[in-house]
């Protein structure tokens, strides 16, 4: 095992507290507010707790990223812990999403010792960025250099497919996402948003469907053109949908070669916008 190696990342990646303290990860953690009371994403607002709140709020929660002074403590934290030849790789939020990355970078700046900090905008978030961190931790357990790390995180971040399918538009209707007039129409249509990611890491609609069912079929017409008969990695992401995670990941491992899968529930920082019932999905190839 690499003991040099720290892997970091910020709670918009779901990873939940109890895992990241086995498996040795930090976490960076972003705010989130209800009007005057703010909590602390993954330790004092959790999904369960978010998702009741967000159906019953007259207005959106707003989510907060970390500033860069925290950003620099966590960093001082770990050189102070580990030594001053520690590697630091810090996955970060999609920079398109949110200012979290920005303020990683500005905090390695702050520091005034030099540190060997490398800061990775992940162009994703949720558990498709935990994927990249998952991945990262097991290479440093197996004994991988810094470099073999980064060229692999860098082959997943752009290698994977990823799918987000939302039950309803009136989130994003309300966090100013949508106008008015089409979230109704969506809303009485039927129509399903299937959201991605483009390669800057912004979100955009790939489709719409009338139906969870066609767009969970969308979805997997487009897993089957990628995947191939290579062997994939999943993971699947819900918002207080357990039930259809399950089913998903079941029809996945029946049709695919796949041979690690991650299930985890959506937090405050995606969950804001896709609200609950949305079932997301990635796939990346494994080399």
């Known amino acids: 095992m690499t003991s040099s190696i720290v892997i970091v990342t910020d709670s918009a990646s779901d990873i939940n507290t109890s895992i990241a303290t086995e498996q040795g990860i930090e976490i960076v953690p972003l705010k989130v507010s209800f009007g005057e009371e703010a909590f602390i994403d993954g330790v ?6 978010f998702f009741k709140r967000i159906q019953t709020a007259e207005e959106m929660p707003k ?5 860069p002074a925290e950003f620099a403590a966590k960093f001082k934290e770990i050189i102070d812990k580990h030594g001053s030849d520690v590697c630091i790789i810090a996955i970060m939020l999609s ?11 500005i905090g390695k700046s702050l520091l005034e010792e030099e540190a060997d900090i490398t800061i990775i ?17 097991k290479m440093v357990r197996n004994g991988f250099t810094k470099h073999q790390i980064l060229d692999e995180i860098d082959r997943m971040i752009h290698t994977m497919r ?6 309803s538009l009136e989130y994003l209707h309300k966090g100013g996402r949508l106008g008015k007039a089409s979230a109704m129409i969506g809303s009485l249509l039927n129509i399903k948003l299937v959201l991605s990611l483009d390669e800057t890491g912004a979100v955009y609609a790939f489709d719409k469907v009338r139906g969870k069912k066609k767009a969970l079929a969308r979805m997997m017409d487009e897993f089957r053109e990628y995947a191939q008969d290579a062997k994939i990695k999943v993971t699947i992401m819900h918002a207080n949908a357990l ?4 089913a998903l990941k079941e029809r996945l491992q029946e049709e695919f070669h796949v041979i690690e899968t ?4 959506i937090g405050s920082v995606i969950g804001t916008y896709s609200g609950p019932g949305a079932i997301c999905c990635g796939m990346v190839r494994a080399e």
């Open 162 to 167: 990823e799918f987000m399918i939302l039950d």
């Open 262 to 265: 991650y299930v985890s529930e």
């Open 44 to 49: 004092t607002m959790l999904p369960e707790e």
């Open 121 to 137: 905008d992940s162009k994703k978030g949720s558990y498709f960025q935990a994927l990249f961190v998952m991945e990262a931790v």
């Open 95 to 105: 920079s398109k999403l949110s200012g979290t990355y920005q303020s990683a970078v």
């Open 243 to 246: 039930d259809e995670a399950k």
């Open 63 to 67: 989510t907060s990223q970390p500033s």
